[in-house]
């Protein structure tokens, strides 16, 4: 035996040894040491299909039953499908990764939504039967709930997708910079360092309109301390990879158009789903 076959064969000792029989999958790995017929005959089966093997082979006639059952006890279980509820409330966690980028000054903003997301995803495990996808959620509570009861879920996702807005708009104004920017312009220091302008506006057009004069002036005060362009592209990862400047701007318009795409989908599909239950989105 070469070393390289040697080699293979100590490897696939420490491999999962799966195999598939009448249509369905088994885990060995366990029986391997115990096989009356040895190990080395299970891990040439390794990955294949081993009905014919089981039904044909003589010796295994007289104890078919119990292999049978044997097989039972080793059968791999599909997971159970995870709800769209989970799914979607998942998604808006990369959210509260970009918002924790944006400083301290915003702890507010990220536990806002991330609490949000927890409220959601608690709502699912309370029962993922009964809650497999947000419009689940929101009707349940509209027809179990009276109004002046508070609906949590319904209320969770309404202030979720309302924040999700305010980051989609603050990058689409943030893109579009770049995306104005003449073809033949290659350095990017000419852009504006202030980012207030975007974070304020989008403000404007999404949260502003929802909150109470007190919030107003504490977001407020989190505008003032909003990051730099400089300070977010270096948080973003951006700045920290070697890139040129020349290519700095493609990159820059290719990633956040295809997470703004992303977004996009996520909020229109939520905004729907509340309009559709008489919600502003």
């Known amino acids: 035996m070469t070393d390289v076959d040697e080699g293979n064969r100590q490897k696939l000792k420490y ?32 990955g294949k299909d081993i009905t014919e093997v089981l ?95 508070f609906h949590i879920g319904t209320d969770a996702l309404t202030w979720l997708n309302r924040a999700l807005l305010y980051n989609q708009t603050f990058l689409t104004f943030f893109l579009k910079e770049y995306k104005d920017l003449p073809e033949d312009v290659e350095s990017l220091d000419e852009l504006p360092e202030d980012l207030n302008k975007h974070f304020h506006l989008a403000y404007d057009l999404t949260l502003k309109k929802y909150h109470n004069w007190f919030v107003q002036k504490i977001f407020g005060v989190c505008l003032m301390a909003a990051p730099s362009r400089t300070s977010l592209l270096t948080y973003l990862g951006y700045l920290n990879s070697g890139i040129q400047q020349s290519n700095l701007k493609q990159l820059i318009i290719d990633s956040i158009e295809k997470y703004l795409l992303l977004l996009k989908a996520n909020t229109d599909a939520v905004s729907i789903l509340l309009l559709s239950h008489g919600i502003q989105p």
């Open 15 to 46: 491999e999962p040894l799966i195999v598939k029989f009448e249509g369905k999958e088994y885990d060995l790995s366990s029986y391997v040491k115990i096989h009356p017929g040895g190990e080395e005959v299970l891990r040439r089966n390794s």
């Open 55 to 149: 039904l044909n082979q003589p010796a295994h006639k007289p104890v078919f039953n119990f292999i049978r059952t044997k097989l039972k006890t080793l059968e791999l279980k599909s997971l159970p499908e995870e709800s769209e509820s989970a799914k979607e409330a998942k998604s808006s966690k990369s959210i509260v990764q970009f918002v924790d980028l944006l400083g301290t000054t915003f702890k507010p903003v990220k536990a806002d939504i991330d609490g949000n997301v927890n409220k959601l995803n608690n709502l699912f495990e309370s029962d993922s039967t009964k809650y497999f996808n947000l419009n689940d959620i929101v009707k349940i509570e509209k027809t179990t709930l009276s109004e002046s009861e």
